[in-house]
T-cell receptor, first 115, second 109 residues
């Protein structure tokens, strides 16, 4: 069964450093998402991406965040200058067609620890 | 955003049915009701979805009230592997999924 993969599984970084989290969505999917989950809290929507541009973004997704699909397979989330409060699990998800599809496929997540 | 309300936690015995309720009194006519679950240390996974009619799949059943203001996810025979946080989510017009706190299901052997 096809799956969404994410690398690395765990990233430790120092406050103020830039990090790039990588995701490989399912190959024929067209819509891509990033979510985060702070330990013990709910899953929070960050951004959706379609046709090489951001479709929607939440209030969390400020200027420190950016997303990119640099090639036909990877989908990345960049945090320019990490803060302690960015420590969380980051999940990537993809879906074939948005309104007509119902199942978002989630990756296993990247645990980001900012020290 | 249309909101959902779920109990914080529920318990079930293994091999017994589980009914997980969700209230969504402000649902709009075009909102689909989705259920996802998150097993420990994993990403969310799709369980089931519906619009107006009750739905069944290999994982669960979804019972939707006639006025669509509430729904119930039914696990017919809970197993230990069903212990997870279950999220009831409405897909809004922007197609973004907004997760609530969900219901933490504990399954006792």
């Amino acid at each position: 069964e096809p799956e969404v993969t994410q690398t690395p599984s765990h990233q430790v970084t120092q406050m103020g450093q830039e990090v790039i989290l990588r995701c490989v969505p399912i190959s024929n999917h067209l819509y891509f998402y990033w979510y985060r989950q702070i330990l013990g809290q709910k899953v929070e929507f960050l951004v959706s991406f379609y046709n090489n541009e951001i479709s929607e973004k939440s209030e969390i997704f400020d200027d420190q965040f950016s997303v990119e699909r640099p090639d036909g397979s990877n989908f990345t989330l960049k945090i320019r200058s990490t803060k302690l409060e960015d420590s969380a699990m980051y999940f990537c998800a993809s879906i074939y067609r948005d309104r007509d599809s119902y199942e978002q496929y989630f990756g296993p997540g990247t645990r980001l620890t900012v020290t | 955003d249309a909101k959902t309300t779920q109990p914080n936690s529920m318990e079930s015995n293994e091999e017994e049915p589980v009914h997980l309720p969700c209230n969504h009194s402000t649902i709009s006519g075009t909102d689909y009701i989705h259920w996802y679950r998150q097993l420990p240390s994993q990403g969310p996974e799709y369980v089931i979805h519906g619009l107006t009619s009750n739905v069944n799949n290999r994982m669960a059943s979804l019972a939707i009230a006639e006025d669509r203001k509430s729904s119930t996810l039914i696990l017919h025979r809970a197993t230990l592997r069903d212990a997870a946080v279950y999220y009831c989510i409405l897909r809004d017009n922007n197609n973004d999924m907004r997760f609530g706190a969900g219901t933490r299901l504990t399954v006792k052997p």
